[in-house]
């Protein structure tokens, strides 16, 4: 089961945050389903932890992967099309939605969360 936990905000490096409801993946069955089955673009954001590595196999569109840290700094983010493999060695999480990155912003962390409650 997805629960949603709050919300999620993005830092820019031209200074804007914008905020998404964000759906926390953190259980087997979860971590592995992520975005399967959302059939259209969402505003909502899938923070899966922990992981280091997505597909987008039946994925009926791209989708944003952003990979951070444990402090939420952003290691490594692509707009990522169906079927394929995307990985980030050394990434905590991904946070995956659609309309994450921006055209000529660089996306430079996200917002903090309670780490006690990922465990």
């Known amino acids: 089961m997805r629960v ?7 830092f820019y490096n ?4 914008v905020e998404r409801p964000l759906i926390s993946c953190n259980t087997i ?3 592995a389903w992520g975005m399967l089955g959302v059939r259209s673009e969402t505003n909502e954001a899938y ?4 992981c280091s590595s997505i597909h987008t196999f039946f994925m009926a569109f791209p989708i ?7 402090e939420g700094m952003v290691l490594k983010a ?10 980030c060695p050394g990434a ?11 055209e000529n912003k660089a996306l430079e962390r996200i ?3 309670d780490y006690n409650q990922l465990k």
């Open 47 to 50: 923070r899966i932890v922990p």
């Open 64 to 70: 944003d992967a952003i990979f951070v840290n444990r």
């Open 78 to 87: 692509k707009n990522v099309p169906p079927f394929r493999l995307f990985s």
């Open 4 to 10: 949603s936990i709050n919300t999620i905000s993005l």
């Open 92 to 102: 905590w999480a991904v946070v995956e939605g659609t309309g994450l990155i921006k």
């Open 29 to 31: 069955w979860t971590r």
């Open 111 to 113: 917002s903090e969360w």
């Open 14 to 17: 031209d200074g804007s945050v």
